[in-house]
């Protein structure tokens, strides 16, 4: 158990460019989640994949954001034309679903700077 | 719809001293509730849950949580915090029923910075 992967750990690009980020999970698990973290506050949930289906997206997932999990492996997000609002902790966590098991494992984030 | 109020944006405390971080939530419907930690540019680490059963939990490093259903609270505390506790601590929610296949999204209240010093 290596634990949430997330690749690259920073990020810097300029407004406009898209950039993708990787999470690969803990491999057991079959539930991968994104949130967003901006300065202040507490995460936000973004979405949600259960194996290799899209199952829930928030309304802060914009159309410039889209999110895969090809396999029910590894996951993507990308953003398209990113906006200084951009700015921002990505977190990916994964966890398994079995009955009455809650709490997920959490990766180190990737944080993004949009100059 | 869930929301967490965490009422201390951040706490002082010295070293040795007892601490006590404040979450409030809001729900319409029954919830599961959290303390996660987070240390500087890292994720976040599940400190304890409140599922059923006993309202006082026990979680790692030392803390312990308790849920008042009256109160709608679950707070944090730990009787001697050490420097290494300098963190910053995260209150969820999820929704207790969630429908089969459902996402087991959380819902964080801000944060409460948690500064131990010497």
């Known amino acids: 158990d290596t634990g949430v992967s997330q690749d690259p750990r920073h990020k810097i690009t300029k407004r406009g460019q898209n950039v993708t980020f990787r999470c690969d999970p803990i491999?057991?698990?079959?539930?991968l989640y994104w949130y967003r973290q901006t300065l202040g506050q507490g995460p936000e949930f973004l979405t949600y994949?259960?194996?290799?289906?899209?199952?829930?997206k928030s309304r802060l997932l914009s159309d410039r954001f889209s999110a895969e999990r090809p396999k029910g492996s590894f996951s993507t997000l990308e953003i398209q034309r990113t906006e200084q609002g951009d700015s921002a902790m990505y977190l990916c966590?994964?966890?398994?679903?079995?009955?009455?098991?809650?709490?997920?494992?959490f990766g180190s984030g990737t944080r993004l700077t949009v100059v | 719809a869930q929301s967490v109020t965490q009422l201390d944006s951040q706490v002082p405390v010295f070293e040795e001293a007892p601490v006590e971080l404040r979450c409030n939530y809001s729900?319409?419907?029954?919830?599961?509730l959290f303390w996660y930690v987070q240390y500087p540019n890292q994720g976040l680490q599940l400190l304890l849950k409140?599922?059923?059963?006993?309202?006082l939990v026990k979680g790692i490093n030392g803390f312990e949580a308790e849920f008042n259903k009256s109160q709608t609270s679950f707070h944090l505390r730990k009787p001697s915090v050490h420097i290494s506790d300098t963190a910053e601590y995260f209150c969820?929610?999820?929704?207790?029923?969630?429908?089969?296949?459902?996402?087991?999204?959380?819902?964080f209240g801000k944060g409460t910075k948690l500064t131990v010093n010497p």
């Open positions: 966590a994964s966890s398994l679903e079995v009955r009455r098991v809650y709490g997920y494992t």
């Open positions: 491999s057991e698990h079959n539930r």
């Open positions: 994949f259960q194996n290799e289906a899209q199952l829930e």
């Open positions: 729900s319409s419907v029954s919830v599961y």
């Open positions: 409140y599922l059923s059963g006993s309202t």
């Open positions: 969820a929610v999820t929704e207790r029923y969630r429908t089969q296949g459902g996402s087991e999204k959380l819902v």
